[in-house]
């Protein structure tokens, strides 16, 4: 049986038989944390594990570390499963039972290599089940291709979909809690008349102007934020840019892992470890909660910003995203194009139109052209 997204349950191939795939054990009540007093450092030992919503389990992010640096990491995927690497773009990709693949689903290298399933990989705590099945996925396709204004009028008529895969994507995921400390020079800005000598119509007269000017004071503040599900995404296939802007997942949707999920569709293993994912999260942590702090500074400008930030219970999860990966062709070149799993979202590559780019760039100059005379006109009249 394999995975329907379009029921949201096991079904067989053959005969239509539906199955619901059951919840292997109910979670245990979440550890209650309690955040220390603003600007008192955490207890020994104070992030637990827990829960959160829907029972993907939180981890200790100390301890996950540890484990990875001892390499005692976790059972792979927990199904019999065959990987290929690729030789291109460094993606490794497993295949639940016989399956097996020629090619790359990120990149669409036929540089692939069978390898043996990592068994020491943590193992993924939960995922979001494909809510997207491969019909809709290629009507999301359709839709996309014939929008935007560059793209060549017979793109959607011309264009070749090759196979399309779904791919359960690994992300980390954290949680922490920020204390921070801001100092800055407060800027209030004010305005002074001032008389200045200017030459009107050849004569010099005295003119009587508004100039801005800045009154700067001291200025300090602290705050606290919670930080829930900062995604990072795990895979070395799928380009980091393109990750974010697909990054509009939903994780309330998260369910507890279960390999049956994995019954028809692909998953990659992890290439960016829990450590690597967390320095990445840790620094957009800090670079957003400096932005938050800025915005605290009050008057109209600022300088001279400083901050400290302290990081606490900080938890992880590592978690499987679905995305449908494909790639068309169009007059002999390959587009790859992927679709959001949960939400119908839709990333890509497309040709532009060069002529449509043209006969625009034609347009405005031509409208710049005759604001210009127009105004050289009404001057001379």
């Given amino acids: 049986m394999a995975y329907d997204a379009a029921v949201g349950a096991m079904r067989c191939p053959f005969c239509g038989n539906v199955q619901a795939v ?8 979440p550890a209650q944390a309690q955040a220390p007093a603003q600007g008192q450092a955490p207890a020994q030992g104070q992030a637990p594990a827990g829960h959160a919503p829907g029972g993907a389990v939180e981890r200790r ?37 016989t399956a097996i693949a020629t090619k790359c689903d990120f990149c669409g290298s036929q540089h692939v290599l069978e390898q043996t399933a990592q068994r020491n990989v943590i193992r993924p705590e939960s995922l979001v089940p494909f809510a997207i099945d ?14 935007g204004f560059f793209r060549p009028g017979d793109l959607s008529r011309a264009a070749s979909l090759g196979e399309i895969a779904g791919v359960y994507v690994p992300y980390w995921t954290f949680d922490c809690v920020v204390d ?19 030459v009107v119509n050849g004569q ?41 802007r697909l990054a509009t997942f939903d994780t309330r949707a998260l369910v507890p892992y279960d390999p049956r999920y994995l019954a028809g569709f692909h998953a990659e293993e992890y290439a960016v470890g829990l450590e690597e994912g967390w320095q990445k999260a840790d620094q957009r942590v800090r670079t957003e909660q400096d932005n938050r702090c800025r915005r605290d500074i009050p008057g109209d400008t600022h300088r001279s910003y400083e901050s400290q930030h302290q990081l606490y219970e900080q938890t992880y999860k590592h978690v499987l995203l679905p995305l ?35 006969m625009v760039i034609a347009l405005v100059v031509a409208i710049i052209a005759g604001i210009v005379m127009a105004v050289r006109a009404s001057k001379g009249g």
């Avoid at 059951?22 to 009540?29: C, L, M, V």
């Avoid at 065959?82 to 030789?87: A, G, L, N, V």
């Avoid at 100092?183 to 001032?194: C, K, N, Q």
Wanted: hydrophobic share 35%; with cysteine; net charge positive.
């Fill in 61 to 97: 992010l100390d301890e996950g570390i540890a484990r990875e640096r001892s390499g005692a990491g976790g059972e792979g995927f927990g199904t019999a499963t065959r990987s290929m690497k690729c030789q291109t773009c460094g993606a490794t990709v497993a295949f639940a039972g």
């Fill in 204 to 244: 010099k007269q005295q003119v009587k102007k508004q100039v801005q000017k800045t009154r700067w004071e001291p200025a300090q503040g602290q705050r606290r934020d919670r930080y829930d599900d900062v995604l990072v995404v795990a895979s070395r296939g799928l380009p980091e840019p393109i990750a974010n």
């Fill in 134 to 147: 491969n019909a809709a996925a290629k009507e999301k396709f359709k839709t996309w291709l014939g929008s």
């Fill in 324 to 358: 449908w990966i494909a790639a068309y062709r169009y007059q002999d070149k390959t587009f790859r194009f992927l679709v959001n799993g949960q939400t119908g979202e839709v990333q890509g590559e497309a040709p532009t139109s060069w002529v449509k780019v043209v």
């Fill in 22 to 29: 059951a919840a292997q054990g109910a979670p245990a009540a």
């Fill in 180 to 198: 921070s400390r801001w100092r800055a020079e407060a800027g209030h800005h004010y305005y002074e008349t001032v008389t200045e000598v200017e």
